[in-house]
């Protein structure tokens, strides 16, 4: 057996250093556990590369085009109309799924129409074949169309071809549209404003008429300065007390 070296060489010394900072950076310790941020916090201050920047766009989007659905609304004023050649068409356009009924566009209790605006998605687009079919009026469809850009909802009419809400075209024309109507509007307003102070000043009342002729009303102040009650000459005239209230503060104001 050859004999222990008396003196050992520099490179078979113990390096307790060396053994310190190994064990530090290979064994964490509880110190080092609670220094080290959580998994979440890493993953929020990450960069994403371009390349998984880009695909997280493209699976959004698959996913948005993946849910898009065509919903066709085909309506009749009558029962003794026909749907067939709406539905057809609905059908030929690539409506997956169609709500029909028979229901005046007038007539704001439309079930097909409630049902299909409470199961409408964000993606699908309606179709209709005409826009009268959807709205009978300017600001009635502004009004849903404006429903369906919040849900994030298009539209598009078959025969109307630049109403469609999934083009920027479109988006422009109804942009025109609403504006036109909003004038249009105000010019109404104006319009009955200035009648009805043009009436007024010709001596026209509003309201509804009242319920007592001129000898009924100088009869029924005279029985008030007579000192009767206000309910016992309403009941024999057959009218409410507030007429006859209503008869004695305007004797009173004129």
Known sequence: MAPWPACPSDCDRYDASAEHTLRRELIPTQATCRRSPPRAQLLRHARFAPKTWALMVLHK????WSHEMKV????VSTTEQDLSAQLAALKKAGCQRIYSEKRSGANG??????????????GDIVVVTRLDRLARSVRDLLNILERFGQDDIGFVSLREKHIDTTSAGGRLVLNIMASIAEFERELIAARMAEGRQRAMDNGVKFGPPFKLDAFQKREALAR????????????????DRATISRLQKRAAAS
């Open 61 to 64: 989007l698959v996913h948005k």
């Open 72 to 75: 066709g609304y085909a309506r």
């Open 109 to 122: 209790n439309r079930d097909a129409l409630r049902r299909m605006l409470k199961e409408l998605q964000a």
């Open 224 to 239: 008030i300065k007579a000192g009767e009650s206000q309910s016992l000459i309403a009941r024999t005239y057959g009218v």
